[in-house]
């Protein structure tokens, strides 16, 4: 059973501040990763997608990659009140149906 | 959301009762998914298809079961629902973005079970 493995948080930054969100998986032979952002009561959207080892940057949103510590973080630089949410990683299992296996998800508070 | 919807989003029902759940796409992709989120668990995968009549097992797939009759229309059955699965059930599709396949989530459906 792959497994994807996030803190659950709650993460607290106070506003204007670097947020930092990790994230850990199993299969070693994994290719796609993909950071969630899901508001209380609503659905999953998606933020960004990282597949190359490095650094991926998207407005304040900066995705990480190291395949050999299988490990995806995600940055949210000058982090708002509105970046409050609970995020979640995903990697894409393609062999059986496109499939995403999810973590848990970390919640992060950003304090006004 | 995709060109994705859910019906119905909200449903109370009664223990041993059959519940069927709707995801419909207007966006023509193969692959459909079925997922149900509860605290502390995440997403977790029940049932998807990747194409008319084919479907396969998710890792909570027990209790479920699914029918895509056409290329827009994935329904999910609780045949006799429990309170174990009152949830909040996500329907979603996989595209193409970047030159990669994602996916993209429905609004959600919030079934409680009495």
């Known amino acids: 059973q792959k497994e994807v493995e996030q803190n659950s948080g709650p993460l607290s930054v106070p506003e204007g501040a670097i947020a930092s969100l990790n994230c850990t998986y199993s299969?070693?032979?994994?290719?796609?990763f993909f950071w969630y952002r899901q508001y209380s009561g609503k659905s999953p959207e998606l933020i960004m997608s990282?597949?190359?080892?490095g650094d991926k940057e998207d407005g304040r949103f900066t995705a990480q990659l190291n395949k050999a510590s299988q490990y995806v973080s995600l940055l949210i630089r000058d982090s708002q009140p509105s970046d409050s949410a609970t995020y979640l990683c995903?990697?894409?299992?393609?062999?059986?149906?496109?499939?995403?296996?999810f973590g848990a998800g970390t919640i992060l508070r950003v304090k006004s | 959301d995709a060109g994705i919807t859910q019906s119905p989003r909200h449903k109370v029902t009664e223990t041993g009762t059959p519940v069927t759940l709707r995801c419909h796409q207007t966006?023509?992709?193969?692959?459909m998914y079925w997922y149900r989120q509860d605290p502390g668990h995440g997403l977790r995968l029940i049932h998807y298809?990747?194409?008319?009549?084919?479907?396969d097992k998710g890792e909570v797939s027990d209790g479920y079961s699914v029918s895509r009759s056409k290329t827009e229309d994935f329904l999910l059955t609780l045949e006799s629902a429990t309170s174990s699965q009152t949830s909040v059930y996500f329907c979603?599709?996989?595209?193409?973005?970047?030159?990669?396949?994602?996916?993209?989530f429905g609004p959600g459906t919030r079934l409680t079970v009495l």
């Open positions: 979603a599709i996989s595209g193409r973005q970047g030159g990669t396949d994602t996916q993209y």
């Open positions: 299969d070693r032979g994994s290719q796609s």
């Open positions: 990282i597949y190359s080892n």
């Open positions: 995903a990697v894409l299992e393609r062999e059986y149906g496109n499939k995403l296996v």
């Open positions: 966006e023509n992709h193969r692959y």
């Open positions: 298809s990747y194409g008319v009549k084919d479907t």
